[in-house]
């Protein structure tokens, strides 16, 4: 099956910087790959995605990156902002036809005013 | 709104006893899944279902069943609850089967067994 790494476990930065958390996967069928952002109390919310047949992919100020080759993907924010605060998953897809998410071990973003 | 909903949001009970965490969607959605999520390990697949009837196990279905009587719900349940099943569990689904559509999360229940 898939296995998904995801690091740093933490990260903190100011506000205005840029912050990379980075995942990599096991299996090279996998062919979705999903960034969630979870806040306290919450559950995960889908931020953004991508798929095997695009490099990139950005949405204002979130951007994520997928090297098929070396398996794995990144997601990017710019000029962080302390709402970014939360923490964040990373997962692909496993499994042909009925796709099933495996998950990284969560990122914890801290962005200081 | 369309919604995903769990309850209790919150359950302490004792090892031993039947548990059963609710879920409920208002989207008609097809899928459904359930999740726990522990530190260091991140959310880990319980149990899914892609229709009414169908439902599949997932990485760490031990312990737990679920059933699909209709398409807005899906129960689990955690026949004998043990202390390693404390956990906070998420419910999520989606749209349709065979693609890779978002998953939408509940709010969480945060269960304590002990």
């Known amino acids: 099956g898939e296995n998904v790494e995801q690091h740093p476990s933490t990260l903190s930065v100011q506000e205005g910087d840029s912050a990379v958390i980075k995942c990599t996967y096991s299996d090279s069928a996998s062919n979705y790959f999903p960034w969630y952002k979870q806040e306290l109390g919450k559950g995960p919310q889908l931020i953004i995605d991508i798929r095997s047949n695009v490099g990139e992919k950005k949405d204002q100020r979130i951007a994520v990156t997928l090297n098929k080759t070396a398996k794995h993907f990144s997601l990017h924010i710019t000029e962080t902002q302390p709402e970014d605060s939360a923490v964040y998953f990373c997962?692909?897809?496993w499994g042909t036809g009925f796709q099933k998410l495996v998950f990284g071990t969560g990122t914890r973003l801290l962005v200081s005013p | 709104d369309a919604e995903i909903t769990q309850s209790p949001r919150h359950k302490i009970t004792e090892t031993g006893r039947q548990v059963t965490l609710a879920c409920h969607q208002t989207w008609n959605h097809n899928n459904m899944f359930w999740y726990r999520q522990d530190l260091g390990h991140g959310l880990r697949l319980i149990h899914y279902s892609y229709g009414v009837q169908d439902t599949n196990k997932g990485e760490v279905s031990d312990g737990y069943s679920v059933s699909r009587s209709n398409t807005e719900d899906l129960p689990l349940t955690l026949e004998s609850a043990a202390s390693s099943q404390t956990s906070v569990y998420f419910c999520?689904?989606?749209?349709?089967?065979?693609?890779?559509?978002?998953?939408?999360f509940g709010p969480g229940t945060r269960l304590t067994v002990l």
């Open positions: 997962a692909a897809s």
């Open positions: 999520a689904s989606s749209e349709s089967p065979g693609t890779t559509d978002t998953q939408y």
